[in-house]
């Protein structure tokens, strides 16, 4: 079993080993002097990996395999930077340079994800994914809502209603910090569940592939104890 066999099953077609994306891995190890992460070189040995990022976010930009790990000259404007020194290895920026994901080289061969975000003090890296592969497979997972889709805005989601949808549906991996303080997954027989946290509000997403089941959806979810305005729209999930 591979690190990202399950985001892989998620993809409408399973991307090639590459044998130039390898060498260009050995490359980086070898000027960088570090032995990438499993689950990193794992990833990065896939053909279009980088592409394949991009296209299951909202548009943002993956680090050229490349240039993973290369110092930067003039890191917002504050000079030099070498992250790799510091044990972060930054692989993606966010489309409007909001923020900046980043694993922790810490000598684990599934490491964790952090992200520095713009508004934060001190250039705090922010636990964001347990392991690389829960963060990849989140990003493939985030992108597969689609079909009968109900978007809502609404107030803090209690914690007595993430239980209930604990206890109906499957929950898969959470994440923290951006795009939401935490965003939370359920799937089922259903459909599927996102939730965004922020602080005072959160976004629900409900995604069916038929209008009854996103009807059902919506009733499992009240049962739940989620009160839905009667202004919720349809719109793409995103």
């Avoid at 548009?59 to 030099?80: F, M, Q, R, T």
């Avoid at 997403?205 to 959806?217: E, N």
């Amino acid at each position: 079993m591979g690190y990202h066999d399950a985001a892989i099953q998620l993809l409408m077609k399973r991307p090639e080993s590459s044998s130039s994306a390898t060498a260009v891995l050995n490359e980086r190890e070898r000027e960088l002097g570090i032995k990438l992460p499993e689950s990193v070189r794992e990833w990065y040995s896939l053909r279009d990996s980088g592409e394949i990022l991009r296209q299951h976010s909202n548009s943002d930009y993956p680090v050229p395999l490349n240039a993973l790990g290369k110092p930067e000259p003039d890191w917002c404007g504050e000079g030099p930077r070498d992250f790799v020194h510091e044990g972060l290895l930054v692989f993606m920026g966010e489309n409007e340079g909001v923020c900046d994901w980043a694993v922790r080289l810490d000598g684990s061969p599934d490491p964790p994800v952090v992200v520095q975000i713009d508004t934060a003090p001190n250039e705090v890296w922010l636990p964001c994914a347990d392991r690389f592969s829960t963060f990849v497979f989140c990003q493939i997972w985030d992108r597969t809502l689609g079909g009968e889709t109900l978007v809502s805005h609404e107030p803090e989601v209690s914690s007595t209603a993430l239980k209930c949808l604990h206890d109906r549906l499957q929950e898969r991996p959470r994440t923290y910090a951006w795009p939401a303080q935490a965003t939370y997954r359920f799937e089922g027989s259903l459909g599927q569940i996102r939730i965004r946290q922020n602080y005072t509000q959160a976004w629900w997403a409900l995604a069916s592939k038929s209008q009854d089941a996103l009807s059902a959806m919506l009733q499992l979810v009240e049962g739940c104890g989620a009160v839905f305005d009667k202004k919720d729209y349809r719109a793409p999930v995103g």
